[in-house]
């Protein structure tokens, strides 16, 4: 039976992996990046924890890691959360260490692979698959293939305006999903809550701690009427931009994915609320959404899935 390695890259941990060809992972190692030593010193330990799993019938990896990347030329151009990777020759230095064919994709993609092949997405032709995390990134299965576009840009469904004057996003644009829907982007309107007279039990976590999205839905849970109207306003946008998707894809199925996305059945439940109450061009009773499945192990599953989706 054939063997791949797996590698998924993110800017606090990385996991490496070895999978039978069935999808039965075989054995995974992780160790914090550490993205202040750069390239080089990660690489090097990249590559070596890769040597261990290696094995004789093995025959290609699969690489899942941040973007802006150039998957054909296999280079990583300074992704935020990974400093000093301009222009890394990611592909070009693990063939030569590993002696494999190298595949490689932005994680958002990896991701999506992996949910159609082994989760939430096996069984349909169309998907689309979003993950709502501290940003908000997606990908895009048409007909049993994986949209790419030109310079790899398909999929960034985090930043489709929402609001023309909205909020300013990190890619420069304002009103995008992600500057209103991420756990950033719910951070920051706790935050901007605190200033106000309102009463709320964030303003005494605050004291303690950096807020963070899950604070806002912990207090919610609590009965927090700030908490709530920031999580509810963030979700009624998220339902929108998922709305805009399906008009324009009509999916079979929407996976949803991501520490936000995943954080409660009430979010599914929101979404459908609100893409029935948006979408009219396009059959929604036909269209499925549903949580992700694959868990913390998403992402070595997506690197897993671009070598299998890849290798010839």
């Given amino acids: 039976m054939k063997r791949y390695l797996a590698l998924d890259i993110g800017g606090t ?45 093995t025959v290609a990896l699969g690489v899942g890691t941040a973007g802006p990347l150039d998957r054909i030329k296999g280079e990583v151009y300074s992704p935020p959360n990974l400093p000093g990777w301009n222009r890394a020759p990611l592909r070009r230095d693990l063939e030569d260490a590993l002696n494999l064919p190298v595949f490689i994709d932005n994680d958002a993609n990896a991701a999506c692979l992996g949910e159609f092949f082994f989760g939430a997405g096996k069984g349909v032709r169309d998907l689309v698959y979003i993950t709502v995390s501290t940003g908000i990134g997606g990908g895009l299965i048409i007909d049993g293939k994986l949209l790419h576009g030109r310079r790899d840009s398909a999929g960034e469904v985090g930043h489709q305006t929402i609001i023309p004057d909205g909020p300013l996003c990190n890619c420069g644009n304002k009103g995008c999903l992600e500057a209103l829907a991420s756990g950033t982007a719910i951070a920051r309107k706790a935050k901007e809550a605190l200033l106000k007279e309102e009463p709320t039990i964030l303003k005494e976590w605050a004291k303690r701690e950096e807020l963070t999205a899950k604070h806002v839905r912990e207090a919610m849970l609590k009965g927090d009427v700030v908490a709530r109207e920031i999580w509810e306003e963030a979700m009624e946008y998220l339902g929108i931009g998922i709305g805009n998707i399906i008009t324009i894809v009509s999916p079979e199925r929407v996976v949803i994915g991501g520490s936000i996305g995943l954080s409660g059945e009430d979010v599914i439940t929101k979404i459908k609320e609100v893409v029935g109450k948006r979408v009219f061009l396009v059959p929604i009773e036909l269209v499925e959404i549903v949580p992700a499945k694959l868990g913390e192990n998403v992402g070595l599953y997506g690197a897993f899935a671009v070598a299998l989706y890849e290798f010839k």
């Fill in 13 to 57: 941990k990385i996991a490496c992996g070895r999978f039978r060809e069935d999808g039965f992972l075989e054995e995974k190692i992780t160790f914090p990046t550490k993205s202040e030593r750069g390239y080089e010193e990660i690489s090097k330990e990249i590559i070596s924890e890769l040597l261990k799993l290696k094995t004789e019938d």
